[in-house]
Structures are given as C-alpha cells and as structure tokens.
C-alpha cells in the first residue's frame, strides 16, 4: 500500500514572476516612448532623415513608438540592448548577438541576429547603439527573490484548493492486492477516481470488491484565502517594481501622492535611462566635432500632461523677470519663437518692458 501515489508536488507558479515582469516592463517601456528625440543645432531645431528615424519610423516594420517600448523591455529582460544601421539606413533592434569585449581596442559584436537572420558581418561598437541597463543582471537577483515567493504561492495556492474539498478514503483488502498488477489496477483506479472528482459535478464511484469508499468533508472551511494570495503577488510585484525604480502606487494606480510619486519617478527612474540613451547617440550619430559645436541629440521627456499645468509657473517666471519667453519655450521643450518680443525681459504683471514707464507703473 505504500507504493501507491496519493501526494502531488507543490507546483511554483511561474506566472507570478512573469507578470511582475512584464507590469514594470511595460510601464516603464510606455514611458519611455512618448520621448521626443530631436536634433538641436544651437537654437534651433533640425528635422531630418535621423529625426525621422527616431521619431516616426525607425525601419519598414516598426513605428517608433513601438521600437522604443521593445527595446526598452529588452532592456529590463536582458539587461541590455543592441540597436544596428542597416545598409538602407533601418534602425534594427537585434534579438540575440554575441558581445566581444576587449581592454584596449573597440569592442565587436558578431552573430547578430534579427527574427532568425543572422548577419555575417561584425559590427563595432562605434557602429551601434549598445546599452546596458545595470552592471549586474536583474534577472538573476529577481530569479533569486523568486524562489522563495514562488514556492510561497505555490504553498498557498495548493492551499487554497483544499479549502472546502471533499476528502474520502478508500478501505482496500490487501489480500487482493498482493501481486504488482493488482496494484497497477488499484492505483488506476485511485487515480479515475480522483479525477473524476476533480472535474465533474456529479461523480459515481463504483464500489469494487475489496475496496470502499468514504467521504470525509465535514463542512470545515479553514485554510488562506484569496486575499492572502493577493499579498503574496503583490509583495513580489512591489519587491520587483522596487528594483526598477518605479513607486508601487504608481503600478497599482493609487491615486494617493499620484504627482510626487510620478515626479520622483520621473527624475530617479526615466531620466536616467533617458541620459544613457542620449549620451549613446550623441557619441555615436555625432562626431566629437558636431557636438562641441552645439549640435547634439536632445530628448524631450513627457513630466506634464497639458500646457494648462504649467500656465501659473510660467506667468510667475515671466513677471518676476528671472526668463523670456523664448528661454521657458526651451525648458518646456517647445522650439523658440521667431516674436522679437519673447526675448524680452519683463518684470510686472501687466507685463510691460522693465524699462518701460508708459501703460501703468512699473513693480
């Protein structure tokens, strides 16, 4: 009677670990796709083949929204990302490639491979736009947190099946079972039985010689319930959001200290990445020379909803004569108007010329 299998393994839900993944990822990925990438040539603003690139159309099968939300969620998978030129100028998001590393030369990346073409050539790392999200891989560490909130879900999932199961036994005559197919038998018989339970409203159990079923359910109720399975799933998704740098409340959608926390999120998590980004482009789709002359890659990150938001601060920084005009339209990350009047300083709330004497008095 030993031999036969009555206890199933406690199953880690992998699942658990997946969506958390895939909750920060993609938050983090919307984010960055809204960016703007624009080429700033001193004052002004330049709108060519790379500006297009970026912002539009990267290559024949992606918009740009979508190729930056890829490639950010690569970026949090793998820890890094690989962007190549092709020869027709397509911004390519490799899936797989071979990183070779050296102290004193420029470092090379071959087998790169996109939707399974594989490019014989190499390519260097002046090239390509090669990212890394952190010196040290996350998946691991969230792999690591995983082991133990995983098997904790399991545990308690399997616990909640039982809740309010119904149990039965089975008297069995040894004496018909002494041979191994009469146990094979058995064991079938067992295991008809208890999917039968397991899946029908109404299940008939035949009662064989030698043997005799029993149920056991007493009405009793105990064990977690569903809300302690939530706690478990919200407490990994909290530990990776942490990870990432994203506000827990901002995941779950709170609406509890929504602008500090998105302000924070913003400064501590999106501008950071977005300084890695635009540093890399800068090195790599400009020259030394380009860019010491004021031509650089300039990335507008989306920390407003409307212009309204910014209506009160911007009438208190023009009348209070700290800015222009024209000077707010670059911090708010519009393009300078041609208005001779918004490189003016004004310093009242009529907003007249600080030199001005005319049309009321001067504060």
């Avoid at 399974?116 to 090669?130: A, N, P, T």
């Avoid at 090195?283 to 909803?305: P, W």
Wanted: aromatic share 10%; glycine share 6%.
């Amino acid at each position: 009677m030993f031999d036969v299998e009555m206890i199933p393994d406690i199953v880690v839900r992998a699942h658990m670990k997946r969506l958390a993944i895939e909750i920060c990822a993609s938050f983090l990925g919307r984010t960055i796709s809204q960016s703007e990438f624009r080429i700033k040539n001193g004052k002004t603003y330049e709108k060519d083949e790379l500006y297009y690139r970026l912002n539009v159309r990267p290559n024949k099968n992606m918009t740009a929204s979508t190729f930056w939300q890829t490639a950010t969620r690569k970026l949090i998978y793998d820890n890094e990302f690989l962007i190549i030129q092709a020869e027709d100028d397509d911004l390519l998001l490799a899936d797989d490639f071979e990183h070779n590393s050296y102290a004193v030369k420029e470092d090379t990346f071959s087998k790169v491979k996109i939707k399974g073409y594989e490019f014989r050539r190499v390519f260097k790392q002046s090239e390509v736009l090669h990212l890394r999200y952190t010196n040290e891989k996350l998946t691991p560490l969230i792999d690591g947190l995983f082991s133990d909130y995983g098997e904790l879900f399991g545990r308690i999932m399997s616990a909640q099946k039982r809740k309010n199961q119904i149990r039965g036994t089975v008297d069995m005559d040894m004496l018909s079972a002494k041979t191994p197919e009469h146990l094979q038998k058995f064991q079938e018989f067992i295991d008809n039985m208890y999917k039968a339970i397991g899946e029908k409203d109404i299940a008939i159990v035949p009662q064989q010689k030698g043997t005799k079923y029993e149920e056991k359910y007493n009405g009793a109720s105990n064990g977690p319930s569903v809300d302690e399975i939530n706690k478990v799933t919200n407490g990994f998704l909290d530990q990776v959001a942490m990870a990432l740098g994203i506000h827990t409340s901002l995941i779950r959608g709170d609406l509890a200290d929504v602008e500090k926390h998105t302000k924070n999120y913003m400064m501590f998590t999106v501008n950071p990445l977005l300084k890695k980004i635009g540093d890399e482009g800068n090195s790599k789709f400009l020259t030394k020379e380009e860019y010491l002359g004021g031509r650089r890659l300039d990335i507008r990150q989306v920390y407003y909803q409307t212009v309204f938001d910014l209506a009160n601060s911007i009438d208190k920084l023009i009348s209070s004569g700290a800015f222009t005009g024209n000077e707010l339209r670059d911090e708010a990350g519009w393009e300078r108007s041609d208005d001779p009047n918004l490189d003016k300083h004004y310093i009242t709330k009529n907003y007249e010329e600080m030199d001005s004497t005319e049309g009321g008095d001067n504060e």
